[in-house]
Each structure stands twice: as C-alpha cells, then as structure tokens.
C-alpha cells in the first residue's frame, strides 16, 4: 500500500483519539500526520507511533499538503473545511450527516459498499455510528432473502455525542452518589441513572434527526432506496458502544440457523449467541474491538417472516474511526487519491 | 369503602415498602397489618401510618387472620404461600409470574379488566412490570381499531429484580469510579455503564420467560389470544422505570391526532409529548408516580397502519405496588373477598 500525507482535523475529539490509535494498531502508511483542532488545543503535543504532533489550525495551506482530510469534529467545522480541503486537493473522509445524504457523495461502510468509493468526487462520507452495524448485518441477509421491513430500537453511550458528554455522565453519577444535584449540559438531559429518546434535533414528523439518518442512510448504503425502516435512538448512560434491537422481515421465511451462518461468515461481524452460557452483545464486550457483534438471533413471533436479533458495536471504532481507516484503506489501494485524479472543483 | 385485615408477604423488599407506601398514601382502609419476610427480617420494626408494626413470619395462622394477602417476595414464595394463604380463607393477590397464565386466574390491571376479578377463585395475579403500561395503552387503541401486531424493545431498571439489584449497580458504579473492578452478583453481567438483553431464563426458541411473559400476558389481559407480539427486553443501569419503545400496527390507519387525544382521556397514562420543548417520557421523570408516561407519538413510517410511541413507567409502582392495591380497591367495591363468597378450594 502506498503511502500519504493525512490530516485530522478534531484530533483531540472523542472519535479523533482513537482515529490515531487505530492508526497506530493498524499501521496505516502516513508519511506525514498533521493533527488539526480548534483554537483551544492549538500547541497541545499528542503522541502517535512514537511521534510527538504538535495541534495547529486547520488551514487552506495545510489541506494543500495532505492527501486525505479526515474530519470528525461538529457540522459546521465539516461545512467549512470540506470544500476548502477538496479544493485544495485533498481527499476528504468526513464524519458528520452534512454530507451523506448528497447523491454525488458515496456513503460507505467498506464491508458493505466499497465499491460506491469509485464514483467520489472528493468527499467521502461514513454513516451515521447507529447505522453502520445495522447495515452490516442486514447486507448478507437481504442478498440471501430480500429485506421488506426493519423496525429498530437503539441504545447509544454517550460517547456518540462526544467527550464532553462522557464527562458530563462521569461527573453527573459522581455528585449524585455525592447525594448532590445535577443538570444537563451537554446532553439535552440528566443522563446519570436515565435514559432518553431524544439525539439529535426533533423533525415536524416527530422523528430526531438520528432516525431518520438511519432511515436515509441504511437506504442509501443498501441501494433500496424504497425501504421501509422505523428506528426509536435512545440515549443510555453507557461511556462507549452503541447496541440496537432489530426486528426484521424477509421476502420469504428465514432460518434461524441460516442467519446466524451467514453472519459468522461475514467480515466485521462475530455472532456471539449463546443464551444458555448467557453469551451475548453488550456493549462493555464491544468496547474496544472491530467486530459487530450480534446475538439473541431468534424467530420473530410475530411475523412468518421475521428474524430478530440484537447487536452491540463500539461506535467510536466501527462506528466511525474504524470505518473512516478503511475507507483510506480501500481508497489507497483503489488508487482513488483526489491528486490521482483529474483535477476536479467540488462545487456546494 | 369497608375495611379489611391485610398481610404483605416480601414486606421489606423493593416492591413491599413501595406498597406500604402507598397504602398510606391512598388512605387504604385496612384495619389490621401484617408485615411477612424471610427470616432475616423477622422483628424488624417498619412505620406504616405512624404505627410500628414487626416484620412476622409467614405462617397459616397468620393467614387465618387476614382478608386480603399480598405476595411479592419470590416465585418460591408465591408457590409457597399463596395456595395456604387461600386455604386459609385469604385472598392472594400476587406479584410473581407463578399463576399469572392460570386460567384460573384473573391477570388484572384495572383499568383494563378491572371486571376479569369477578371470576376469580382466590389467586389474582398482576402482571409483569412490564407488561401492565404496555397494556394500559393498547387497550383503548385496540377499542378503537384492532391492534394487529405488536413490536415492544424494552429499557428495564435494575430495580425490576428488587432491592439487591438496586444496591449492586449503585456499589459497582462506585467501585468503577474508584479505579477498582467489579463482578457481578445478583444481576447476570455488570450493569454499571451497561446493559443487557437478558431477564429471567431463557427458554429454547431463544426468547428469555420475560420477552414470553410480555406476549402470553398481554395477550391474556386484552383478551386477545393470537395478538402478534415480539419482545426484546434488556435491563439498562437505570434505577427505578421500565421505558419501553413500542410499535403497533392496526388494522385500519391511525391518526397521530386520534392516538394522542385516546391516550390523554385514558385514566392511569399522561400524554408527555413535546418535542420541541424536549418534553417526552423518561424513567426518572416516571419514577415516583402513578401514571403511566406516553410520548414520541409518531407514524411509524415503515408501515402505512402503524405507530410507533415511547413510554416510561414507575416498574415498582404502576408496575407492581400500585396495581396491586387498585385490586385490592376494586375487590372491596365489588364485594369480592373470599370470605364473603362460598367456600371454595384452591386445587393446585
């Protein structure tokens, strides 16, 4: 694999740290590692591979010195420095919603739909972190038995919002064992020993912004644009991984037997199902680790052809940094550097 | 309201103190208490209405001496007791998953079925903690258009498994936050910072007895014996309310507004739901009081008769405690203690 010059821009971020860590693990071939952040952490020294980085701005001469511009930060730090990164030559592997739903923008989960990667025109989007597993899991089944219908409940740590809602769940549980009150800050509420169906802002529909992306996105990366998919994201007070009830139904009757084959031959995904040992996804297990996991795998009883099943994924891995390497992984191999390519303007 | 003599078997545990709680609250007319609990606690001295009264072992003569027992310890306790307590002349109103599918057996939430307790032969069984809110909003939906099926993924407190489990995930959550490790005792897993999709056993078809109770209870408490329910019910590190996020499909469309308007004229559920203001139901919200929470009511866009909604409930209230002394009411009303009716023997 050839090598290139990488930036990240909101380095310091909950998703950021552990970009660089599986930069590290995964030995992905930068040979320039520029780390971006705003204007607080500007001069903070962060380590990687041995190396100190020195935390700078994120700027339009930077993006002209890097190839691929991974950047995890807010919406609005994605609105400004994409377009700025592509013109500048730079491939951009962005991590927030601004760009997924746009058609010249390929989604990607690299187990799922590398090959949309072809078609890039300078910026590359990875799924929302609630949306990446379900697609893994339902990729290898729809190709099996097509998938009519999806009805799924999330449960997502708090480290899907980012660092600061970590501390907010540490120090919110702290005081009230302190037998102090707390209030909600970061978080839209308490998160301390409660839990809420509220991420992202609210539509007139009544659905948050977080269920309709997986409805849009887990249409979008399966190329069933039509898919009837119904999602309730609640947030827990869990630090990482997100886990998801899944209720499924298929064209036809599905074996029980046949799903959990299929996703043990599946790559990124690990079946871990067995009640009896009391063996299943949570959440504490998928910290850390690659793999989707999914288990629980049973009958729908309440439909003649319905799988459900639950699964529990580390959303700061998979769910985003994980994803992005892969994507600059698939690229390089691909040859799909946006300097390999003709010169192209993105235009917004 | 005629007075009568009253025994609470389990009267120190999770749902016992929550019942003499709101004994007192409610004003029940009792003219004679009893506390019953394991041996441990027998002597204790517990303050209900300003009276001291000593926790006593559970013994047939005890039951001779009261009208109405109340049962929420264990299964082993209900299997154990309730047939003498009826022997005895008693009326048991049981909090276990032990009678409740009996057909024997009124399984009653009275805002529900308040009248399935005329037929009772002296056993009456309330259900699960999470099936009684669930039922409490699809009856008056099914009045109006059939319900079809039913798709429940729940958020279950810890104190669902009673006191133990309350302590467990408020001492693990400490140990974590003093850097120490933590095993699991009461509880299947560690629940501090996590969850879980497994409640009670599991059974062979893969489901676990709670997800089974959710659909053999509900369907028996509607009436309504081949209604389509699936389950997944996951104990999250929440300390007091089940929350639940429902789908229901009907036979005929349904209304957002309808829903809505229902739902708020039903007695025993309060209608949250604002979005725009961030008001929606959450357990620590529910915690506490009577009413069962209903919000995030919506079209369930993957099915043209569907809705998906989101609830929050009191488990030891509305879920246990409370549920049950609104049976006791109802049985008072309708002159339905067993020594006001004919003799009749409990055959097991």
Known sequence: MEGCRVAVVGATGAVGKVFLRIAEERKFPYTALRLCATERSWGKRLLVNGQEHIVEPATPELFSQVDIAFISASGKASREYGPIAVQ????????????????????????????????????????NCSTTPLVMVL????????????VVDTYQSVSGKG?????????????LHEGRTVAANDLPQRIAYNLFPHIDNFEDTGYT?????????????LHLPDLPLSATCVRVPVLVGHSEAVHVEFERPMAVATVREVLSESIGI??????????????IEAEGIDDVLVGRIRKDLSHPNGIA???SSDNLRKGAALNAIQIAE???????????????????
């Open 139 to 150: 990729k290898p089944l729809n190709h099996l038995n097509p998938v009519r219908r999806v």
């Open 330 to 348: 698939d690229v390089l191999k691909r040859g799909l550097l946006l300097r390999q390519r003709k010169a192209q303007s993105w235009r917004r």
């Open 88 to 127: 500048q030559g730079a491939l951009v592997i962005d991590d927030s919603s601004t760009f997924r739903m746009d058609p010249n923008v390929p989604l990607v989960v690299p187990e799922v739909n590398a090959d949309d990667l072809d078609g890039h025109q300078g910026i590359i989007s990875i799924p």
């Open 309 to 311: 099943l639950w699964l």
């Open 209 to 221: 912004k977080e269920e309709m992306k997986m409805v849009g996105e887990t249409r979008k990366i």
């Open 270 to 283: 690990r079946v871990v199902d067995n009640p009896a040992s009391a063996l299943y996804p949570m959440p």
């Open 163 to 175: 660092s600061k809602a970590v501390a907010e769940l540490l120090d919110q549980t702290r005081l």
